[in-house]
Nanobody
Framework: QAQLAESGGGLVQPGDSLRLSCVAS???????????MGWFRQAPGKEREFVAE????????YYAASVRGRFTISRDNYKNTMYLQMNSLKPEDTAVYYC????????????????????WGQGTQVTVSS
């Protein structure tokens, strides 16, 4: 079981950048590098939607079409941390951003399926407004 904690959200203007972090406190002897992780977001009045995900060692990534080319997902397993670099932010990026970790160390397929995830952080608010 892991505990996830996001940080880095805030209020920015359109076109600005932010970097979100997700620190995983892993226990029960589980190696974080075995598990894919990802980011989802939820805007007011909308369902949670996929943003980006990557495999255990970070060399295979998958993005939602709405963020591809603007956002970059990465991870540093030595620091038990995953990142989301968000550039050229738009008002429609406004949402609570959640990090998640896969339920099991399965083969990474890049599906963006919420049901692959077993644990989530508490979320961090990102607001893009002029």
């Amino acid at each position: 079981q892991a505990q996830l904690a996001e940080s880095g959200g805030g209020l920015v203007q359109p076109g600005d950048s932010l970097r979100l972090s997700c620190v995983a406190s892993v226990y029960s002897g589980r190696a974080l590098s075995m598990y894919s992780m990802g980011w989802f977001r939820q805007a007011p009045g909308k369902e949670r939607e996929f943003v980006a995900e990557l495999n255990g060692n970070g060399d295979n990534t998958y993005y939602a079409a709405s963020v591809r080319g603007r956002f970059t997902i990465s991870r540093d397993n030595y620091k038990n941390t995953m990142y989301l670099q968000m550039n050229s932010l738009k008002p429609e990026d406004t949402a609570v951003y959640y990090c998640g970790i896969f339920r099991a160390p399965v083969f990474f397929q890049g599906r963006g399926n919420e049901h692959d995830y077993g644990e989530w952080g508490q979320g961090t608010q990102v607001t893009v407004s002029s």
